[in-house]
């Protein structure tokens, strides 16, 4: 418990993820956590067992990406600390998203998704502010990086599942 008072500061901005434990347990919880509430949020808006293939690709792709974007500069002996971080704030995120998904899924409105929209942009700026701290970056560089995680992520994952699974 005592690992959650460390990462629960960079959903807020305020700790840098090179000054954050390593832990490969807390990374491993993590990563099964991620995985069940994204299925979650994914079961919510397709209804379809299949989407259990696209969870398990999203999922890869992030963990592939992150592990790629450290390899490239040279960084990759963060991987533990870095991959929790971003786990860590997307899972903190998405306790927020299945509600909100849920209310945008019955209510179809502009609050709705307006709502998403914000959380959506939260969490990219999360992301955004980890690349900062590893790649040591500015600000624009790492929106752009975000940009490109969620592209490959989500999109990635969505574009291979709808290649092979029709």
Known sequence: ?????????????NVSVLDLPRSTRF???????????????????????DSIFEVLLETLLTLGFIALVLVLNKTFYTFIQVASAILFCENVVAIFLIPIVFWVTVAEDTPSYA????????????IARIFKDVLQVNTPASLVV???YFLTTYGGAYGIYSLVGG
């Open 27 to 49: 990374f491993k919880n993590n990563a099964i956590f991620y995985f069940i509430a994204v299925f979650f949020i994914q079961f919510n808006m397709s209804d379809d067992i």
């Open 115 to 126: 709502t998403l929209a914000l959380f959506l942009m939260w969490d990219m700026a999360i």
């Open 1 to 13: 418990m005592d690992i959650f008072r460390h990462y629960f500061p960079l959903c807020w901005f």
């Open 146 to 148: 975000s940009l490109f």
